[in-house]
């Protein structure tokens, strides 16, 4: 059983067909995560989520770059264009509505919050945004911690001042540093604070990411797509979806000497333990 922990089906690219797409993955046995990235996507994935009791969860929060209009795409490191743009409206943060949310108890993490610092366009007032991101993340923590939550946390360009704000402000229950695109070291730091690595399609494009797959323990990765976003392997470029976490399991799986299966049952007692779906589940 393969769990797609952070998945994005409440976005636009599934505008025409979310249901279809859940059913699907549903019905090959998966669970999944479905990611808010601003206040009213975040809503959508709680609506999705009651829908679908015990298969389907959410996580709520405000993504970096949607705290800054403007329009953003995503390249790797060989600049070659991975996530077409998106254009951000510049979000005001209301926690106390974003507390609403987080309560609904279909919520099992706040997220997708962090640090992004690849995407800031040219004459952008850079330390006024990194200042007004650290000052929103910090106010989730505070949020997680309240309501008891685990984080998802998106972060690019940024572990050294992520690293540094988790060991001040600690998250009581940890969470998932998702789409971990850093080395082995890090990684450790990270694992060190009690959190798990989330891996994606990234990881199939290439080599790169095979040392941290291989020094990484099982124990501490859990499986995401990022979908519509970065689809694995053979699938790179077209729409991503949940079932496409078999991609991944598959890297993990050949790099790690093991079976798919192996990786598939680790990863998502990881993630059915992190994010606490558990008692999710029983309660309904
Ligand atoms: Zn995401």
Redesign the pocket.
């Known amino acids: 059983m393969l769990i797609d922990t952070?998945a994005?089906l409440n976005f636009g690219a599934f505008r025409e067909d979310a249901d279809e797409v859940i059913k699907r993955s549903l019905d090959a046995g998966m669970m999944i995560v479905n990611?808010g990235?601003q206040y009213s996507t975040s809503a959508r994935a709680v609506k999705y989520a009651k829908k679908y009791p015990g298969k389907l969860f959410a996580a709520v929060g405000t993504h970096p770059i949607h705290l800054h209009a403007g329009n953003f795409s995503y390249k790797d490191q060989d600049d070659e264009l991975l996530i077409e743009e998106i254009a951000t409206i510049g979000e005001d943060v209301d926690f106390e509505k974003y507390r609403e949310l987080a309560l609904e108890k279909e919520v099992v993490a706040i997220g997708?919050i962090g640090l992004d610092y690849h995407h800031f366009n040219e004459g952008d007032d850079r330390e006024r945004m990194k200042a007004r991101q650290k000052e929103v993340f910090l106010g989730f923590i505070n949020l997680a911690n309240v309501v008891g939550k685990p984080v998802m946390i998106?972060c690019w360009d940024a572990y050294e001042d992520l690293l540094e704000i988790l060991e001040s402000n600690p998250v009581k229950k940890a969470g998932i540093i998702?789409?971990f695109i850093g080395g082995y070291r890090t990684a450790k730091r990270f694992i060190e604070l009690g959190y798990k690595i989330g891996l994606n399609g990234i990881v199939t494009y290439g080599i790169s990411y095979d040392r941290l797959i291989k020094e990484t323990d099982l124990s501490d990765i859990v499986l995401e797509t990022?979908c519509p976003y970065l689809a694995p392997g053979p699938k790179k470029g077209e729409r991503n979806e949940p079932l496409y976490t078999a991609y991944v399991a598959e890297k993990i799986a050949e790099i790690k000497n093991m079976t798919e299966k192996e990786v598939a049952e680790i990863t998502s007692r990881n993630a059915r333990e992190m994010l606490e779906m558990e008692t999710n589940c029983n309660s309904n």
């Open positions: 952070h994005h990611v990235s997708e998106h998702h789409s990022d």
